[in-house]
Every structure is written in C-alpha cells, then in structure tokens.
C-alpha cells in the first residue's frame, strides 16, 4: 500500500502537466457511482487529505473548468452504460497513455527511455486502492476486450465532460473510489 509522498509523487508525475484530473473520495453508497459522481462534482475531499490534482481547462463556451470538470447529471444507469469494466494491467497502462498527446504514450517525449519510471508511478497509484479493486474506463476499445492493450489505444472516448474528448481511469475499492482524467480542448 502507498503512502501520501510516494502518492503525491506518482501523481505529479502522471497528472502534473497538461489538462487533467487526478482525486480519490470515500465510499459513503452501497452504489459506487454515487461516489464517484461526487468526486467527479467536486463534492467530496481524499478521505486520507491526499493531494488531488484539477488542471481542467475552461470549456469552449466558458462553461466546465476547474469548477465543474465534469457532466455530472445523468442517471446512474446512464452513467454507467458510457464505462467499460478493465483489468488492472489495462488500468495501469491508461494512467500512463493519459499523458500522451491523443491518449497515446507513443507520444510521451522520451517515452521508451521513461516507459519503466512511468509504470511505477502508475501501480503505486493503482495500490492505493487494494488488490480486491475494480475498474472502468470510458475507452470503447474496452467494450470488448476488458483486457485490451490500453497503451496506445486506437478507439473512441465517451466523453463525461464538455470537452473535444476526454479519458480515463476509475477505481472503486470497498473504501474509496478514484477517478483519473485527462482533458483535450480544440
């Protein structure tokens, strides 16, 4: 299990640049989507006081951005029919393909040379969490193959903000969800 350096760490590093939001909340519901619902609305702080990260950019129309990062009024089915169940290798491999142009790591400067560094930060992150944790992503390349090389995913993103295109990961453990992001804005 991490601790709040090695957290923060691997946080700054995956998340600290560019367009993204990294935050982890408690689980309050028998339904994890309430929970992840409001870590997405901000209406939740890290049960631990954990660094978060909220970077999201002003939205097109000036609506969105730090304030309001994501669309946060569907219904839970409807929330959840836009995720995918992944496998934590799937996860982990999203976290890092994040910080890529287009959700790509092949366009993380220096990706090969960091690929190892990268990898342990995002398992360090995932452990936070228990080996007993799930996960979802709104990648439709998982729709199929819930252990799909997320890497370099080829895919579609259903978007759960206002934004061009938006990704990422979500962890539910059976104390605390995790919701991981990564914005793009014409």
């Known amino acids: 299990m991490t601790d709040s350096a090695s957290w ?3 946080l700054l590093e995956l998340f600290g640049g560019g367009w993204t939001f990294a935050a982890a909340g408690p689980r309050k519901n028998d ?3 309430r929970d992840v619902l409001s870590v997405m609305a901000l209406k939740v702080n ?7 990260i909220n970077l999201a950019p002003q939205g097109p129309g000036g609506e969105a951005g730090p304030d309001e ?5 569907w219904s839970l089915d409807e929330f959840e029919s836009l995720l ?3 496998g934590e290798l799937s996860a982990s491999q999203l976290l890092i393909a994040l910080q890529g142009e287009h959700y790509q790591a092949c366009n993380i400067p220096d990706f090969e040379n960091r690929r190892e560094r990268l990898f342990a930060y995002s398992e360090e992150i995932l ?6 944790a799930t996960y979802y992503t709104n990648v ?6 819930p252990n799909a090389d997320l890497l370099n995913p080829d895919s579609e993103w259903n978007c759960l ?3 061009t295109t938006d990704c990422g990961v979500i962890v539910v453990s059976g104390s605390e969800v995790g919701v991981f992001w990564a914005f793009f804005e014409d």
């Open 8 to 10: 923060e760490a691997a």
């Open 31 to 33: 339904d994890w989507r």
């Open 46 to 52: 890290d049960p631990r006081k954990w660094r978060s």
């Open 69 to 73: 990062p994501f669309l946060v009024d």
């Open 84 to 86: 995918y169940t992944v």
């Open 127 to 132: 452990s936070r969490f228990g080996p007993e």
């Open 140 to 145: 439709a390349q998982a729709r199929e193959n």
């Open 161 to 163: 903000s206002n934004f």
